[in-house]
């Protein structure tokens, strides 16, 4: 009797769990272990040495539940944000390493100082279009602006 009921109890979990993880037609958990997944790299610069108000580049798609290396690049005088809020919130975040400093848990923007690179591990876990913004004073009104676009493979 016992063991019918521990069955039961581990089916409800089960259920309750994949319910709970599916988002819109896709799985919001991705399937799988993600830390042995290959890791594709994405290069973008905030702004350059001349100083110019804009993400470079500014338009980028990932795909639902594969793993990214987001390198950040701040060649600029200046500081900026990568700021895309909603997008953090689609996504799960490995981990943020700059310098030898290691960052995890969820991310919502992050500030290069002049000269800084960091790196932003993350799996994208809910399809869809995010905007991206540096939310500095008359940074975002110059066009340091760009979207994210997630997609589902296949």
Known sequence: MIKKWLRWGLLVVLGMFLWLSYVGGVLAVPVGDLLKQPVSEVRVSLGNRENELKFIPNNFEFVVGKRYKLVLDNPSLQKHYFTSKDFADASWT?????????????????????????????????????????????????????????????
């Open 94 to 154: 490995q981990k943020v390493e700059a310098g030898k400093v290691e960052i995890k848990g969820n991310i919502h923007e992050l500030e290069l100082k002049p000269g800084a690179v960091a790196e932003w591990f993350f799996v994208p876990v809910k399809p869809g279009s995010y905007l991206l913004r540096c939310p500095i004073a008359g940074h975002t009104e110059a066009g340091m602006t760009g979207i994210i676009k997630v997609v589902v493979d296949g």
